[in-house]
């Protein structure tokens, strides 16, 4: 197995209120960490997670991509990813999909484009206050 090398690519979603934005931080919990603490526990290895971005403290995602790099071959069958990776994900963080190809992709140098949605809403809905800025002046 010395020169396998596959690639594990997920689409993920996240509600970012309770963590420190996607990188993986010294004094605070990330999604990037909670995201290869799930993917360890999964395959049964030590993995790392790359995102196409990262996101700030706060701050959701509805389809970040991420890549992984697999050594040795799988031992999750491709049907069953999603359900394995989130059983070990908390209730804020799922992933949408999954796929392993063979050879090399990164999710940072190999994205195409990146979107960002920005919520601004002008009275206070406490169904909103995690996911909009509230501001009662003319934007």
């Not at 690639?7 to 993920?12: D, E, M």
């Not at 209730?91 to 140098?109: L, M, N, S």
């Not at 601004?120 to 406490?126: I, Q």
Request: proline letters at 2%.
């Amino acid at each position: 197995m010395e020169n396998f090398r596959n690639t594990l690519i997920l689409k993920v979603q996240y509600d970012g209120t309770n963590y420190a934005g996607w990188q993986r931080q010294t004094n605070a919990l990330a999604i990037q960490e909670v995201l290869e603490r799930a993917l360890t526990k999964s395959f049964n290895r030590t993995m790392t997670a790359i995102g196409a971005g990262r996101t700030d403290a706060g701050v959701h995602a509805r389809g970040q991509i991420t890549h992984s790099v697999l050594r040795e071959p799988s031992n999750i069958p491709d049907d069953k990813l999603i359900k394995a990776i989130n059983s070990n994900l908390p209730d804020d963080v799922c992933v949408t999909d999954a796929k392993i190809i063979e050879g090399k992709f990164h999710a940072t140098a190999d994205a195409i484009a990146r979107e960002y949605s920005y919520s601004v809403h002008t009275k206070y809905s406490v169904f909103l206050r995690n996911y909009s800025c509230f501001n009662n002046s003319t934007v």
